[in-house]
């Protein structure tokens, strides 16, 4: 088992930034990937960012690369997603997820869920 839970969502105007945590608990750290997802309203789940098990391998949805950063600290058993040039279509609620298989980009690869966190950017 592995429980996950974010914070540092909120509002914040386009241009600004963020940092999104994810505290891991549960399961060695370091043996799964972690991803991050959005899912807008209306909308269906999407992959943003996902870092894998040590070595560091990242990816990045196309819509954000070069604004976010995803990274994880072993030390505190976080994950972390940098946002940064926020703009009003990245408003969602972001999720963190764990992922014993394969680096994937696809919700159904990952096994646990945090409860969510909201991402409002204002125009």
């Known amino acids: 088992q592995v429980q996950l839970v974010e914070s540092g969502g909120g509002l914040v105007q386009a241009g600004g930034s963020l940092r999104l945590s994810c505290a891991a608990s549960?399961?060695?750290?370091?043996?799964?990937?972690m991803g991050w997802f959005r899912q807008a309203p209306g909308k269906e789940r999407e992959f943003v960012a996902v870092g894998s098990r040590p070595g560091g391998a990242t990816k990045y949805a196309d819509s954000v690369k070069g604004r976010f950063t995803i990274f994880r600290d072993y030390g505190k058993n976080t994950v972390y997603l940098q946002m940064n040039n926020l703009q009003p279509e990245d408003t969602a609620v972001y999720f963190c997820?764990?992922?014993?298989?394969?680096?994937?980009?696809?919700?159904?690869?990952?096994?646990?869920w945090g409860q969510g966190t909201q991402v409002t950017v204002s125009s």
């Open positions: 997820a764990a992922d014993f298989g394969q680096f994937s980009v696809l919700p159904t690869s990952y096994d646990y």
């Open positions: 549960g399961r060695s750290f370091s043996s799964y990937n």
